[in-house]
């Protein structure tokens, strides 16, 4: 038993083993480096460094330092520096499994001028729910599985209100079921563009009371559906534009009894007039065509005040409050406070009107259930009124403009399915299920896309994207400056310089960042992403954090690895002394000098 108990510990402790251990975790590392450039860091993590065959190699790595130092078992004092160098290599192993596992990274891209921020994107996917009546917000990290599985299976938001999580695709197409019947007023219209010289034949619903599907752009066609509350408006829209009563997106802010009004557009990035309210406010940023991109972040899909959004920043005294509001009246403001207390005022954002470009068609639903068009083309403006199934002319080319169906009270429902292609590059989504007391809801919330429903009384946000992580103090970006080679425009290099700012603490430290030379700041480590060559004010950088006993392990492993190789090279005289027969130590004797030195043992 001792003879193959032996064996097997010089099995595992080989030199032979170790070698073909460290060459295997050599190229997996190869291999990995190249693949998160490629693709992202949450994937190589998901693919790599979280798998159970690297952690396994990891773990044999660990087993064959054991081994080696058992080897050398029974062991003596010139074996202490070996002993320790070796449980330094296994803790050490053990703090990069950790770190792993346990540590968090993400990006944080910021601008020159912009307020300091605290949120850092992590390359994690999540399910954000957000009560705007109640203020709660709840981010829950998710697992989702190839075969349809997602974890966690249930969110508990609140008491009486969770969120389940019912089915997962890794790449869905949405299409909308429009069908009639409903119970309040919902118009909804089909319409068919055709044109034989553009080649064009194409068939849509719009619905005049969402602003996502309420216009569509076709070729040179800006198509869109409105309904005139009356018969003033309806002579409003139907009349020629006049240019001069363009105007754009207003934000109303009321503090107490007092209300202001400020055009967005030329008000951005300034300090607004409040007067002697003691509050003070700034337009941090104005899409005018709002939507959420594949990273969870606001973008305009065009220039045209469509679906306006906006965030302000409120502050009075040591309160700040960020509130990210929507010309949609269906869409409730996002509230926070990002220091101290929320300010008691309430901010609304209303949609300005500007022309309707050349290309532009406008179909107006009046009170009655008839249907009008005002069309603007090269020649000129036309309008007119519609029948269904009868095409007119808009004046493009030879296109014919159709109105197919027009349903006044519409129930209107999407459609989730698999959709083919490259999985990597698709729009995952997940079926949720809301519950309010006695009632469910169930939605698809498709990445990216926020989702709004009404249950039991509340209203219920819904962003499946990415996962944010909550700084515990703020970062600025003061200013981002590109080296470039002397006599050339060729880049040498890029610096961000950032000031960290505790409030809490009252910290506050300013560092300059680049590659290959990282800030920290309690704990979190700042490294240079990117940049970007179009924007020389903007900058990415990566956030890592570890937990703290990660760090313990780190440099446990890293302080008895030198200290071990310290004493096996600094000490080898007094290790190598042995006891002699006597129990008098015998004096140590180099090799070289053991021809011409008797050694006398007493």
Not at 49 to 61: D, I, Q
Request: aromatic letters at 10%; hydrophobic letters at 45%; proline letters at 5%.
């Amino acid at each position: 038993m001792e003879f193959m108990l032996r064996k097997l510990v010089e099995f595992f402790g080989s030199l032979k083993l170790a070698v073909l251990l460290l060459v295997a975790i050599t190229i997996v590392l190869a291999v990995a480096t190249f693949y998160e450039s490629a693709e992202s860091t949450q994937a190589v993590m998901l693919r790599v460094y979280r798998t159970w065959w690297f952690n396994g190699l990891l773990a044999l790595l660990a087993v064959n330092i054991a081994a080696a130092a058992l080897t050398r078992w029974p062991w003596k004092r010139k074996h202490i520096g070996f002993v320790i160098t070796h449980i330094g290599l296994i803790i050490l192993l053990g703090g990069c499994s950790a770190a792993f596992h346990y540590g968090t990274e993400g990006m944080m891209e910021m601008h020159v001028g912009e307020a300091p921020g605290s949120l850092v994107r992590v390359e994690e996917q999540a399910l954000t729910v957000v009560v705007p009546e109640t203020g709660q917000r709840i981010t829950t990290a998710l697992q989702p599985g190839k075969d349809g599985s997602i974890k966690p299976h249930t969110i508990k938001v609140a008491k009486d209100l969770s969120v389940t999580l019912d089915k997962f695709l890794l790449n869905s197409a949405a299409s909308m079921i429009i069908k009639g019947g409903g119970d309040q007023p919902n118009p909804a219209l089909q319409f068919r563009l055709q044109s034989e010289m553009a080649g064009q034949n194409v068939s849509q619903w719009l619905l005049a009371d969402s602003p996502d599907n309420s216009r569509a752009s076709l070729g040179p066609a800006q198509i869109q559906f409105v309904v005139a509350a009356d018969d003033q408006e309806l002579k409003q829209l139907t009349n020629a534009p006049d240019a001069s009563a363009t105007t754009h997106p207003e934000l109303q802010i009321a503090i107490g009894p007092k209300s202001f009004n400020f055009d967005v557009q030329k008000n951005m990035e300034k300090v607004l007039d409040l007067g002697d309210t003691g509050v003070g406010a700034q337009i941090l940023g104005y899409w005018p065509d709002f939507k959420l991109d594949e990273n969870h972040k606001p973008i305009s899909v065009s220039d045209q005040p469509n679906n306006p959004a906006a965030v302000l920043i409120l502050t009075q005294g040591t309160n700040e409050m960020r509130a990210f509001v929507f010309a949609d009246p269906g869409m409730q403001p996002i509230v926070r406070a990002t220091h101290g207390e929320l300010i008691d005022a309430q901010v609304r954002l209303v949609a300005g009107q500007q022309r309707p470009p050349t290309g532009g068609l406008t179909v107006i639903a009046d009170q009655n259930g008839g249907l009008h068009y005002t069309a603007i083309s090269r020649t000129g403006f036309t309008s007119g009124s519609l029948e269904v199934g009868k095409p007119v002319s808009p004046g493009w080319m030879d296109f014919q403009f159709t109105v197919e169906k027009f349903i006044p009270n519409a129930i209107v429902s999407s459609e989730v399915q698999e959709a083919s292609g490259d999985p990597n590059n698709g729009t995952p989504a997940v079926a949720v299920t809301i519950r309010s007391g006695d009632q469910t809801q169930t939605q698809w919330a498709r990445f990216g896309q926020p989702v709004v429903a009404q249950l039991g009384g509340k209203m219920v946000h819904l962003i499946y994207g990415w996962n944010v992580m909550q700084l515990p103090f703020t970062v600025r970006l003061e200013d981002f400056v590109v080296e470039r080679d002397e006599g050339s425009d060729n880049v040498a290099g890029w610096t961000s310089k950032v000031a960290f700012e505790d409030v809490e603490k009252g910290i506050t430290q300013r560092a300059s960042i680049w590659m290959n030379h990282p800030a920290w700041f309690e704990g979190y480590k700042f490294s240079q992403a990117s940049w970007n060559p179009n924007d020389l004010k903007y900058t990415a950088l990566q956030v890592k954090k570890d937990p703290q006993f990660v760090t313990w392990l780190t440099w446990a492993g890293a302080v008895l690895i030198v200290a071990g190789t310290a004493m096996l090279f600094y000490f080898r005289r007094w290790f190598s002394a042995t006891k002699g027969a006597l129990g008098e130590e015998e004096e140590f004797v180099e090799p070289e000098k053991a021809e011409n030195k008797k050694v006398v043992t007493v």
